[in-house]
């Protein structure tokens, strides 16, 4: 493991997603010097990989590469994406430490154009985890079209070590020899925006996802809707079909004390609705049933959206999802209870997209050493003073944006990183 | 004269040893891999066609068929008379 100096900036952001960059951003823009901490290959969180947006279906890659470049070209910040951030140790007021671990891509990110010329040469393929596993990649890629940086990472896991991915490189950017770096942080305040996990609905058995695979994550949906979708168009992952009888199951690891997550995931309800509409668009002869306790339209515009999405014919229908049983040909059979008629009915759809909810993200409570930062009930960051100063948490100078304090839509977490890039900066002037 | 550059693939391969479970992805793909475009080289046929053809199960065609899509080994050819079933054809 490689050592190096210690690096020292106003705040850390840790977590690029909309609500870490959206923090950033503003503290830049007062003057602050910022180290962004990502996670994963590419700044962008889950909104990068969305297709459109409720209620008012922009696209979602519109408005999120331009923050996301405008977060990379800002000189007040320093990114560090397939990174981390351990040991946080409060030392005294306006004084955290903190050790960033970068992690080797095994490409030299000045040098690599994202040509993708050693992609092509690369002989292995695995399942590609940014289109949720419906598609291959290779084990030297590119994350995404749209990723930022678009540079190429090797899955060393999966690598048999061939060398032609550094044969083909017209810059010799394929570097092997690189690992961790460890660097020495000290900042005056931290922001938290890890942001959100999805709910694994293998959880579910009697929803047969991962065996029946026609039965897919609304994650998955939203892939087969954007541009860069994995197939040529919205199809069945079973054998290619073009669905036109689909079925939503809502509150899919939400609002289910069974599963652990007994509260509303705020987003489940809007986001089927708004991918209900997008497949009539995409597939005008197909049926779209939505399967539903209830729908919680409570935001501005929502219930109009709801509306809408009645007007073009989308079905909804009262009565939570008990089973899913699969026929030969790979349809589904929804065994359900009917709560407006009171009866156990048994439906036919030969796709079924399952809603699923919003879990904390368990490393928040990871990155720090001492003071620990505490969580609420539901095991989200806690919020100490919810209804005066939502960013605050119990380590003075440490503030939460985002999803990692619960479950919220965007505007929602571009309003809390704001307020948390705002109390950041009290925090450091006072 | 010019001195050979040393690959850092070779500085790698000293202290890494590939698994086996990737040896045996390679292999698998490969042999699918083989049976999809070798199923193409007649005519272009839908997901089930080649499936039935190759004995491989519908999902692991799907997926084999849509990454060497991707990658520009295969294309999208005609939907079916009942719009339910695409054809693919091998990329001239
Ligand atoms: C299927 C689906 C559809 C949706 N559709 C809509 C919609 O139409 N409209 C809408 O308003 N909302 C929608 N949402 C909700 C939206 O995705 C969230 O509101 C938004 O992504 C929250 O942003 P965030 O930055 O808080 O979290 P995230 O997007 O989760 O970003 C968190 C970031 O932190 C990184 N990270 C995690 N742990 C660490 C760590 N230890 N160190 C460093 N980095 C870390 C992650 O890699 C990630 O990049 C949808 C969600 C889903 C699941
Ligand atoms: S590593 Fe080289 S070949 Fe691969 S994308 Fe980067 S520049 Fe192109
Ligand atoms: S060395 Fe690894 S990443 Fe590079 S081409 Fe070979 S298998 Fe792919």
Redesign the interface.
């Known amino acids: 493991m490689e050592q190096q100096n210690e690096l020292s900036f106003d705040t850390l952001v840790i977590g690029g997603g909309i609500a870490g960059s959206e923090a950033a951003i503003n503290l830049a823009n007062l003057n602050y010097k910022v180290i962004l901490v990502e996670k994963d290959l590419s700044l962008g969180g889950k909104m990068i990989h969305l297709s459109k947006v409720f209620p008012t279906l922009d696209c979602a890659a519109c408005i999120t590469t331009p923050k996301v470049s405008e977060t990379i070209r800002h000189p007040n910040i320093t990114i560090y994406t397939y990174s981390e951030v351990k040991n946080i140790v409060k030392v005294s007021e306006k004084k955290f430490t903190a050790t960033l671990v970068k992690k080797p891509r095994y490409v030299n990110e000045d040098l690599c154009t994202g040509c993708q010329e050693c992609e092509?040469k690369c002989?292995?393929?695995?399942k590609d985890q940014f289109q949720y596993d419906?598609?291959?990649?290779?084990a030297v890629y590119v994350p995404f079209s749209i990723a930022n940086p678009r540079v190429v990472n090797i899955d060393?896991?999966?690598?048999?070590?061939?060398?032609l991915c550094?044969?083909v490189c017209p810059v010799d950017a394929?570097?092997?020899?690189q690992e961790d770096v460890e660097i020495p942080l000290t900042v005056k305040s931290v922001i938290i925006a890890t942001g959100f996990e999805l709910f694994d609905p293998t959880q579910i058995l009697r929803y047969g996802f991962g065996k029946f695979?026609n039965v897919v994550t609304a994650m998955q949906m939203e892939r087969q809707l954007v541009p860069t979708r994995?197939?040529?168009?919205v199809?069945?992952?079973?054998?290619?079909?073009?669905p036109?009888n689909i079925a939503y199951i809502l509150c899919t690891g939400s609002r289910d004390e069974t599963v652990g997550n007994p509260i509303c995931s705020q987003i489940c309800c809007m986001y089927s609705v708004k991918q209900a509409q997008l497949l009539l668009g995409a597939l005008p002869?197909a049926d779209v049933s939505i399967y539903c306790m209830d729908i919680r339209a409570f935001g501005k515009g929502f219930c109009e959206f709801y509306q809408q999405a009645v007007g073009m014919g989308v079905e909804f229908h009262k009565g939570r999802v008990a089973k899913i049983t699969e026929k030969e040909n790979?349809n589904l059979i929804l065994r359900y209870e009917d709560i407006e008629e009171g009866k156990i009915k048994e439906v036919e759809h030969d796709l079924v997209v399952l809603s699923i909810g919003v879990l904390p993200n368990p490393d928040a409570k990871l990155l720090f050493d001492s003071p620990v930062i505490e969580s609420d009930e539901f095991n989200y960051v806690k919020q100490t003073d919810e209804l005066l100063c939502p960013p605050d948490t119990n380590i003075k100078g440490v503030f939460v944006a985002g999803t990692s304090s619960g479950p919220m839509d965007i505007p929602d977490s571009i309003l809390s990183a704001g307020a948390a890039s705002a109390c950041s900066a009290n925090y450091i002037r006072n | 004269m010019e001195t050979k550059k040393i690959k850092t693939i070779d500085i790698i391969k000293e202290k890494r040893t590939v698994s086996a479970e990737a040896k045996q992805n390679l292999k698998e793909y490969n042999k699918i891999k083989k049976l999809i475009l070798k199923s193409l080289e007649s005519e272009a046929k839908t997901i089930p066609q080649i499936a039935a053809e190759t004995e491989l199960p519908l999902d692991v065609v799907t997926f084999y068929l849509m990454t060497l899509r991707r990658y520009g080994s295969i294309e999208t050819g005609e939907i079916d008379d009942m719009d339910e079933y695409f054809s693919y054809k091998l990329k001239k």
């Open positions: 092509d002989p292995v393929v695995v419906l598609v291959g990649r290779k060393i896991e999966n690598c048999i070590l061939c060398g550094e044969k394929i570097d092997f020899t695979k994995p197939y040529n168009s199809l069945r992952p079973k054998d290619g079909k073009m036109d002869m790979g």
